[in-house]
């Protein structure tokens, strides 16, 4: 039988409820040498939904996992009718002051990276550079007959041609840029092959069930052990894909510092855990460093 991805965690411990104390998060910043790996909860002020905090899409949807995906057509008509619409409102988003000052810290070489475990592009957006996207990018398409990559507004304008008067409205929008529709919503929807090949259309990131490439895996474990200290930012660490770096910091003896409402799968390897909104956070902490946050987005 096959085995479903972990999608929820459950501590089997107490936890601290974290504190508000934003100066240990300070003094490790201004030290330098800092990497970054931030989650789905530091988009959620930019409009993006959390997978699991309060109101998470979790509650009320099972992501596409990649068996699924590959298994059948009518699985993969649901994903790209309901990514198809996702994506109007998904590619609106804008960052916001979390991503902002994440991209100031590093614009004064307080980080030696950003791995990020979204695919919303919204780090890029806001003008950080040394970004590592450790599940894809929704914003590429990739064939898993020949391996062509193609830009997803290409697709997203075919499949507005292909379906026209394809208008659902959704339940609401996820994470991954799925939005919630029921079966008779995308009964009918036209899904386009390869233009290359002829072969099934992917979007360019890693599924729930699905491997992240070792090349990656091992170069986001190169900036760990080049990195002073490790910043977690609005991920509650629930699977191993971004957990793994936190026990390796924690191993290696590197502080590691989480920042997010709720407890995470990571915190007992945190030297601290601070349990505020992550926009408040970081412009507290840019302005304890005296940092600007540029309001002005570069991209």
Partial sequence: MRMRPTLSWSPAEDLSPGTTDLEPVAETLSTGGVLVLSGAGISTESGIPDYRGEGGSLSRHTPMTYQDFTAGAQARRRYWARSHLGWRTFGRARPNTGHRAVAAFA???????VITQNVDGLHQASGSEDVVELHGSLA???????????PRRELARRLEEANTGFEPVAAGINPDGDADLTDEQVEGFR??????CGGILKPDVVFFGEAVPPRRVEHC????REAASLL?????????SGLRFVRQAAQAGKPVLIVNRDPTRGDRHAATRVALPLGTALTTL???LNIPVDDELTA
Avoid: W
């Avoid at 474990?221 to 760990?224: A, D, E, Q, S, W």
């Fill in 221 to 224: 474990r190169t900036l760990v």
């Fill in 232 to 240: 977690v930012l609005g991920s509650s660490l629930t699977v191993m």
């Fill in 286 to 288: 840019a302005d304890q």
């Fill in 107 to 113: 614009r004064h070489g307080l980080l030696t990276g």
């Fill in 191 to 196: 899904v386009l092959p390869c233009t290359v």
């Fill in 140 to 150: 590429r398409v990739v064939c898993l007959s020949c391996g062509a990559l193609s």
